[in-house]
Nanobody
Framework: VQLQASGGGLVQAGGSLRLSCGAS????????MAWFRQAPGKEREFVAR????????LYADSVKGRFTISRDNAKNTLFLQMNSLKPEDTAVYYC???????????????WGQGTQVTVSS
């Protein structure tokens, strides 16, 4: 299943963005859905994950208290609400799914095109 992230853009530091992730009308059936990001010249890093049926969430320390991951099971859509954005949040953001409860990107499948988030200072 090909995932598609959207909602990125250019925002000033302190601003907010809401990212969405879907699968072209198909059901998201993984146990865990997550957001990752990759800044230029850096490795892909974990941002947040959510148990699709449980709603349990987990965040990277760098975004804890600023970002909120959520899902709409009926609309098969994953969200990432990003508040108090910082220039260091600038990256391409990706969504992905796995049947495990893990933050290891290598264990996630169906990476789609990401969405660019740029935070200006």
């Amino acid at each position: 299943v090909q995932l598609q992230a959207s909602g990125g853009g250019l925002v000033q530091a302190g601003g907010s963005l809401r990212l969405s992730c879907g699968a072209s009308g198909r059901a998201l059936t993984w146990y865990t859905m997550a957001w990752f990001r990759q800044a230029p010249g850096k490795e892909r890093e974990f941002v947040a994950r959510i148990g699709w049926s449980t709603g349990v969430t987990l965040y990277a320390d760098s975004v804890k208290g600023r970002f909120t991951i959520s899902r709409d099971n009926a609309k098969n859509t994953l969200f990432l609400q990003m508040n108090s954005l910082k220039p260091e949040d600038t990256a391409v953001y990706y969504c992905a799914g796995t049947d495990l409860w893990t933050a290891a990107s290598s264990l996630y499948a169906s990476w789609g095109q990401g969405t660019q988030v740029t935070v200006s200072s």
